[in-house]
């Protein structure tokens, strides 16, 4: 089974920094995707940042140019550098990762981190 667990929420001040890390317990190049969604209280969640084995990375609109996904192999973590934070960027946060074997698609999910950006 595998699992996700997410660390580096916490407090931040708006315009400042946090980031993000979601360690597997797999093998990180064994999934065909892996990335970030949010879930703000009352709102469903959504796509923050996804990036494929193939290197190629989809960012939401409204992170564009603010956050960061990386891969740390030799720490088998994947990782999301969050900048110039805004309120609105407050919510649950979730590691996600997909692998297909044979036709299925398997999804897996972090428990999630809270981020809460606030003067």
């Known amino acids: 089974q595998v699992q996700l667990v997410e660390s580096g929420g916490g407090l931040a001040q708006p315009g400042g920094s946090l980031r993000l890390s979601c360690a597997a317990s797999?093998?990180?190049?064994?999934?065909?995707?892996m990335g970030w969604f949010r879930q703000a209280p009352g709102k469903q969640r959504e796509l923050v940042v996804s990036?494929?084995?193939?290197?190629?990375?989809d960012y939401a609109d409204s992170v564009k140019g603010r956050f960061t996904i990386s891969r740390d192999i030799a720490k088998n973590t994947v990782n999301l550098q969050m900048n110039s934070l805004k309120p609105e960027d407050t919510a649950v946060y979730y590691c996600?990762?997909?692998?297909?074997?044979?036709?299925?698609?398997?999804?897996?999910w972090g428990q999630g981190t809270q981020v809460t950006v606030s003067s």
């Open positions: 996600n990762a997909k692998t297909k074997r044979g036709l299925t698609w398997y999804t897996y």
């Open positions: 797999g093998s990180i190049s064994s999934f065909a995707v």
């Open positions: 990036k494929s084995s193939g290197g190629s990375i």
